[in-house]
């Protein structure tokens, strides 16, 4: 068996395990995501990033051993994953975490909690959830603390910090943005999770969401894809990052 047939061999084994393997090309980021996003942070100088959202931490770890080494912000309201967020992030002195949810008001929310806590959301998710690979079920609700951005970040950070606002919360988004709106200026960049189809009640789609944060002032920059349907391939959430114009 020559070299390729070799290759090709060890390639379809680890597929079939779960795993995949790729050649290294320096400079091309498309099978690295969280490199391709070390760079574009680096290139707009980013100082802090806030993670709303953040779950139990895979985004700021992500982010560090990218090469990523400013201030992370993490904000995530649930219980569970706030507990493992503050063990993963204890021992790095530039890594900040808040048990909160962001959104258009200050006060109290009710989150419905998901078996995949991915897809837990203040809103209530639509069948189409169900065909991803996490086939979400829901398993009980927990009050949470809500806050608008533009009524705590100047808690956070200095004037001449260049922030960059990434926001995992599914379907939620816009309302995260809407309570932006006093500090939209002071935001560098932007990266959310949108969908394709409807995901979750009364959530802007992939198209809406351009012309939101456009409207906001941020050009379209990256693409990420996300979770897509297990039956037909159709891509169901993408990441889109956006950098002010």
Do not use: C
Request: glycine share 8%; proline share 3%.
């Amino acid at each position: 068996m020559n070299k390729p047939q070799l290759r090709n061999t060890a390639k379809r084994f680890l597929r079939k395990v779960g795993y995949d393997v790729n050649k290294y090309v320096a400079g091309d980021y498309s099978q690295r995501p969280a490199a391709n996003k070390f760079q574009l942070l680096k290139y707009y100088n980013i100082d802090v990033v806030f993670d709303v959202g953040a779950n139990t931490g895979r985004y700021g770890t992500e982010l560090r051993h990218a090469g990523y080494t400013g201030r992370i912000i993490s904000f995530e309201p649930l219980s569970s994953s706030y507990k493992q967020l503050r063990t993963v992030s204890a021992n790095d002195e530039l890594w900040e975490t808040t048990q909160s949810a962001l959104g258009d008001v200050d006060g109290a929310a009710e989150i419905n909690i998901s078996s995949n806590p991915q897809f837990s959301s203040i809103l209530k998710v639509m069948p189409e959830a169900s065909q991803t690979v996490s086939q979400p079920t829901y398993v009980g609700k927990e009050e949470v603390v809500i806050s608008r951005l533009d009524t705590i970040l100047d808690a956070f950070i200095d004037e001449e910090e260049k922030l960059f606002l990434k926001i995992d919360a599914p379907g939620f988004v816009k309302q995260i943005l809407d309570g932006a709106v006093g500090v939209i200026h002071k935001i560098a960049g932007i990266q959310v999770k949108t969908s394709l189809v409807t995901m979750y009640e009364g959530e802007y789609l992939i198209n809406d969401m351009i012309s939101y944060v456009k409207d906001l002032g941020f050009n379209l920059t990256s693409i990420e894809p996300g979770f897509s349907n297990l039956e037909t391939g159709q891509l169901l959430q993408a990441d889109l990052l956006f950098f002010r114009q």
